[in-house]
């Protein structure tokens, strides 16, 4: 396989039409209830699952914004809701200018040609009975969108994009190595040349090695195609390496915003200190520094019944009365960048260096911690 | 309630010889499509109270390497060769009834998955217990007790109460506990994690860490920590073993493999990953290629398909002959010593920034 991709199309040509940063997408308020049924005989709603709780985010033409996040904390919910695969309980998605919160499959065809996805599992999202020319294609079929030159040729265009051989056209997914799997999804995304892809985990699924492959493709397209990107993942150095502006979600809720470099050097949110002192990092020569080492108790609690006031506040060692009380709304606050917004009603300092005592929230590892350090 | 502590071992210094010897083991599975050799010749030493990483893809053979030390493959279709010394005993063709006795008694293992290692029939108290009443031969009651005493020591809030829970009632994090409270309840000299923090979120992750680290200190096992993360095993492990196509290509201490990585499989793993302080105008550096199939692996060394430094090589060696891994400190590749330090200086280490 080449690593070298040459695009189709040439990079000024994709972004001319688009003044750079014009507002592709906007929401605002977003919530999703998930329903939880329960009883006996009859079955009804004994709660619901707050996947999303009112979320604004903007992401503008060409960007790449990403959503970091651990487990249950939305993320994926988000993506499915903007690419309308989900319709919001409340709030509203709109795109250019449309809403689409509520709009019907009529409404949203144009829309959706638009707004393309691409998966976490290359293993289940391609059909397996389908040849790769056919995946491909499927997008173009469905929208009547006939290419000069004919479909198959724009086939083979785009999987020359994404680095694949164009002879492997008539090959089915299962031929094809997890990496290869991933580029094929990526060339569907890629076929009704989307303004707005939204990518979800899409490299968590594959080894080591392959995931800088297609992190590195992923970016290209952004950059040469400029085409935004809602970039979803778990893992935070990725996060950080491909998206210019960044979200931390937690529990439903966005708890902080900014710039790259603004939220991984300069947090303020306590979970998102806790988030970026929890990644294990290897240290290559002339790097060790002192990073601050923080350890929360437990896990995120169920979204089914969240914390009140700030969700954070059951695992944060600086929560107070104020906290279960009052939601903290998301502002900027002052020693933060512009655009720099953080949820918090008491916000750490704006550095990641260590501090005087590590925070050991965990029972068990401050006990086996104590034991250690007392003098023998 | 018995103490936590071995004083007999605590008074006895680390013996100089290595507590777990791995010579020359061979891992073939018979399958359809023919033989895999999943394990070719693999050679490592662990001594006593020392944490060991394997790192490595999937499909490189480090989970099949430990799930051999602990007799759990399947004799049928699995082909064993070589010597697997255990604190003197050898484990290699060892009736399954001396296997049974070690097992979870002098070594254990934490799996990946603690929903499906689990058994969702018994209470976690109980499956925490059974080694225990089985291999001290105490009874039910005294084999609770140190269940829950377990628990408070992994750190599962109320024990006594969540003791009798069955594994569903625990959140992932706390199954994660509960098997290291099972994988520890007698005190093993040797404990095998198979990526036992894959399956967790990250805050989760550098507790159940550090978590394995302290119960370390106090119960001196000796640890193999197998995943696929550097930045995992860099944190926790003591010395490293990098593993590619059922073969070790790289060993050293922690520091000495990071610090100046010497096999060309090594530099790709660590040019692939993003850091959080690497620069990130700089793209990544990804290896090319795929993993290879291990029914018919790349004939001499089995990285030279994606390799960018076969030609200073020469001569075709690499296609040809197997580069051999020496013993402590080295790599298995045909670049001189000093080849290998100038391409990682010149050529990789500005590029990891």
């Not at chain 2, 003791?163 to 000299?189: E, K, T, W």
């Not at chain 2, 944190?235 to 493999?257: F, T």
């Not at chain 2, 290629?289 to 030609?311: E, N, V, Y």
């Amino acid at each position: 396989m080449s690593n070298d991709i040459s695009l189709s199309k040439a990079p000024a040509e994709a972004a001319a039409g688009e003044p750079a940063g014009e507002t592709l997408l906007e929401v605002s308020g977003l919530t999703k209830y998930f329903p939880v049924m329960g009883g006996f005989p009859i079955k009804r709603q004994v709660g619901s699952v707050q996947a999303v709780d009112g979320i604004d985010l903007a992401v503008h033409a060409g960007e790449s914004f990403g959503l970091v996040g651990e487990s249950g904390c939305g993320k994926s919910t988000t993506g499915r809701l903007i690419t309308r695969l989900l319709e919001p309980t409340s709030g509203s998605i709109s795109y250019r200018g449309q809403d689409i919160s509520h709009a019907n499959r009529k409404q949203l065809a144009p829309v959706r040609s638009e707004i393309q996805m691409i998966f976490q599992d290359p293993y289940s999202s391609l059909n397996p009975r389908q040849t790769v020319g056919t995946i491909i294609g499927g997008p173009m079929e469905i929208n009547g969108i006939n290419p000069p030159g004919g479909r198959d040729k724009r086939v083979r265009e785009l999987l020359e994009t994404v680095g694949l051989n164009p002879e492997h056209f008539n090959r089915f997914p299962h031929e094809f190595s997890g990496g290869q799997r991933q580029r094929i999804g990526v060339a569907r995304a890629l076929a009704l040349e989307p303004k707005l892809i939204v990518a979800d985990e899409p490299v968590s699924a594959l080894d080591v090695s392959i995931q800088a492959q297609v992190v590195n493709l992923l970016q290209k397209v952004q950059r040469e195609l400029g085409i935004a990107f809602l970039f979803i993942a778990h893992d935070l150095a990725i996060v950080r390496h491909f998206s210019e502006r960044v979200a931390v979600m937690y529990l439903g809720k966005i708890v902080e915003v900014g710039d790259r470099d603004s939220i991984y050097q300069r947090p303020r949110h306590p979970y998102t200190h806790a988030l970026l002192s929890a990644v294990p990092e290897v240290e290559l020569e002339g790097e060790e520094r002192e990073r601050e080492r923080i350890r929360l108790a437990g896990d995120v609690p169920s979204p089914i019944n969240p914390p009140s006031g700030c969700r954070f506040r059951t695992r944060c060692w600086k929560a107070q009365d104020k906290c279960a009380a009052e939601e903290p709304p998301l502002i900027q606050l002052g020693g933060s960048e512009d655009g720099h917004l953080t949820a918090c009603h008491f916000p750490e300092e704006p550095t990641i260096a260590a501090r005087g005592e590590d925070i050991v929230m965990d029972p068990a590892l401050a006990a086996l911690e104590d034991i250690a350090d007392r003098p023998v | 309630m018995t103490t936590m502590t071995k004083p007999e071992e605590d008074a006895v210094p680390a013996a100089p010889e290595a507590f777990l010897s791995v010579r020359d083991l061979y891992v073939r599975f018979s399958t359809e499509d023919g033989i895999v050799k999943a394990v070719d010749g693999l050679s490592f030493d662990l001594e006593r109270g020392k944490t060991l990483g394997i790192v490595g893809e999937s499909g490189s053979g480090k989970s099949v390497t430990n799930l051999t030390v602990l007799g759990l493959h399947n004799p049928r279709t699995t082909e064993v060769a070589g010597e697997i010394v255990l604190d003197g005993q050898e484990l290699t063709g060892a009736s399954n009834r001396t296997l049974e006795r070690l097992r979870g008694d002098k070594m254990a293992m934490i799996f990946q998955d603690s929903l499906t290692a689990l058994s969702p029939y018994y209470t976690v108290g109980r499956q925490i217990a059974e080694p225990y009443v089985k291999h001290r031969g105490v009874s039910k009651r005294e084999g609770r007790a140190r269940a829950i005493e377990m628990l408070e020591k992994v750190g599962i809030p109320q024990p006594k109460l969540r003791v009798d829970d069955y594994p569903h009632q625990f959140s992932g994090g706390m199954r994660q506990r509960a098997m290291i409270a099972m994988a520890l309840v007698c005190n093993p000299d040797l404990l095998i994690a198979d990526e036992p923090t894959t399956a967790l979120d990250v805050t989760v992750q550098a507790q159940i860490l550090d978590l394995l680290k302290d119960l370390q200190q106090e119960f001196g096992s000796a640890i193999i920590l197998i995943t696929h993360d550097l930045g995992v095993v860099s944190n926790v492990a003591d010395d490293l073993l990098v593993m590619y196509a059922g073969k070790a290509v790289e060993r050293g201490s922690v520091r000495e493999l990071i610090h100046e990585p010497q096999h060309p499989y090594t530099w790709g793993l660590l040019g692939s990953m993003p850091r959080l302080m690497s620069d990130v105008t700089e793209p990544l550096t990804p290896i090319p290629g795929a993993p290879p199939s291990l029914l018919s692996p790349p004939p001499g060394c089995a990285f030279h398909p994606r390799c960018g430094f076969t030609d200073l090589v020469g001569g075709g060696r690499c296609s040809a002959e197997r580069p051999v891994l020496p013993d402590g400190r080295g790599s298995a590749c045909h670049l001189t010593d000093e080849q290998k330090r100038s391409v990682f200086i010149e050529t990789i280490q500005p590029r990891l920034g």
